[in-house]
């Protein structure tokens, strides 16, 4: 192994260490291999154990280096895995919000399990399957941060999940209303009534 160094140019070691690992290997086997059948035919003398134990230590060296080296390549990709997962691919819209219940306590939300938000006054209610949180944030921005395929604007300050939508259908002063699937009737502006007519 030590000899191996000198096939790597100086500076270069991180670059190299595939090379210093294979150098390494190569020469363990290749000492194996004299120290144990070609001793006596190189060298016409007794097998000396004490060039095995050296060629065992470095070949032990070696083959750690190169399980450290080639497990940290799986970290890694195991890593970059498990963010493309969290990200869906998608870095441009909001995954997650950080929000607060009515006493105050963070939580963090997946936006896929948000039925609908509602603004109250400089703050923007959050309603879930089983609890309402409160952000900070405006409709106005928030709705540029949500992914258009799954939220839309359905009246001034109202966004809906489309995930959640059961019905629609339209009241008695015949205006156009959404239905979730938990039976909360959400009403839809004029402005807003054609994102229905492609449905």
């Known amino acids: 192994m030590m000899t191996s160094n000198f096939f790597i140019p100086y500076g270069r070691y991180s670059q ?3 090379k210093i690992v294979m150098y390494s290997l ?3 086997v290749l000492g194996g ?4 059948i070609g001793h006596e035919l190189i060298f016409d003398t007794a097998l000396n154990y004490t060039f095995v134990y050296i060629s065992l230590f470095f070949g032990v060296i070696a083959i750690v280096i190169a399980w450290l080296y080639f497990n940290r390549l799986e ?5 970059e895995k498990i ?3 969290l990200s869906d691919g998608n870095t441009k819209y909001l995954l997650w919000i950080k929000a607060t219940d009515a006493k105050g306590v963070i939580f963090l939300i997946n936006v896929k ?7 109250q006054d400089k703050y923007t209610n959050i309603y879930t399957q089983d609890k309402a949180y409160l952000i900070n944030t405006g409709i106005k921005l928030l ?24 019905k629609i259908s339209k009241n008695k002063q015949d205006k156009l209303m959404v239905h979730l699937d938990d039976d909360t009737a959400l009403s839809v502006s004029r402005n807003h009534i054609n994102l ?3 449905m």
Not at 143 to 151: A, T
């Open 113 to 119: 399990d948000i039925k609908y938000f509602k603004p």
């Open 143 to 166: 709705i540029n941060q949500l992914d258009p395929n799954y939220f839309w604007t359905i009246h001034r300050g109202t966004i809906v999940n489309l995930e959640f939508i059961s």
């Open 26 to 28: 190569t020469r363990f």
């Open 16 to 18: 190299n260490i595939t």
């Open 33 to 36: 291999i004299i120290a144990f």
């Open 75 to 79: 970290n890694q990709e195991a890593l």
């Open 196 to 198: 229905f007519k492609k």
């Open 83 to 85: 963010k493309q997962k």
